[in-house]
């Protein structure tokens, strides 16, 4: 069955513009979590959603948001880019059934570049 | 095999070599702990998992091992192969989901022929 499909792959935006990436689950899966990587942070968790709600949020500035549609895609928005965005973006699927983090599935991840 | 203490960014071991690779975690409450193995380019790849009523489990060609008492987890790679290098990281969570996983640290596993 396919993996979970991230886009665009990679992304450069200037300073003050906004950004949305997008993540597509495995077929199946209720729940998408987002997490941002960096070489000085490591991975660190966004928000997770399921069923179109937001059920778990980490510690990111309300520049960072997102939303899930119906059909279970994903889609962050990051606005009022800051040099200090520039990270991978990595989105994971999972069943959703009581446990989120059971069973994720990571994608390849959204390489966001701020110059 | 090469036994390491707690975290190294590298760890360079020979083909054929057992390879460890430690992790700390630092929340006493955490009952999920996962091993993940990230290559270049990709979203990290699941490798093991271990729940906090166990202390050990073993995979094909991996055991993760779980030492509640000081809050450590180790993932032990038998015969490792060139395929195994990639950055490994542990993971850790409470409760199931409410704040995602918790990453350690990577450790940069290079293979030497």
């Known amino acids: 069955k396919a993996g979970v499909t991230q886009t665009p792959r990679y992304l450069i935006k200037t300073r003050g513009q906004q950004v949305t990436l997008s993540c597509s689950p495995i077929?199946?899966?209720?729940?998408v979590s987002w997490y941002q990587q960096t070489p000085g942070q490591g991975l660190q968790f966004l928000f997770e959603?399921?069923?179109?709600?937001?059920?778990n949020k980490g510690n990111f500035p309300g520049r960072f948001s997102g939303r899930q549609f119906s059909n279970s895609r994903s889609e962050m928005n990051v606005s009022t880019l800051e040099l200090g965005d520039s990270a991978l973006y990595l989105c994971a699927s999972s069943p959703g059934r009581g446990q989120a983090v059971f069973g994720y599935t990571f994608g390849s991840g959204t390489r966001l570049t701020v110059v | 095999g090469e036994s390491v203490g707690l975290h190294l960014p590298t760890l360079s071991v020979q083909e054929g070599d057992n390879s460890i690779i430690n992790c700390a975690y630092s929340n006493s409450a955490s009952d999920y702990f996962i091993w993940y193995k990230q290559e270049s380019g990709k979203g990290p790849q699941f490798i093991i998992d271990?729940?906090?009523?166990?202390d050990k489990r073993q995979g094909q060609r991996v055991t993760v091992l779980l030492n509640k008492t000081v809050k450590h987890l180790s993932l032990q790679i038998a015969a490792t192969q060139p395929g195994d290098s990639a950055v490994y990281f542990c993971a850790e969570n409470e409760g199931g989901g409410a704040d995602g996983l918790t990453f350690g640290k990577g450790t940069h596993l290079i293979i030497q022929p």
């Open positions: 077929s199946g899966h209720r729940s």
């Open positions: 271990i729940r906090s009523n166990m």
């Open positions: 959603y399921f069923s179109e709600t937001q059920r």
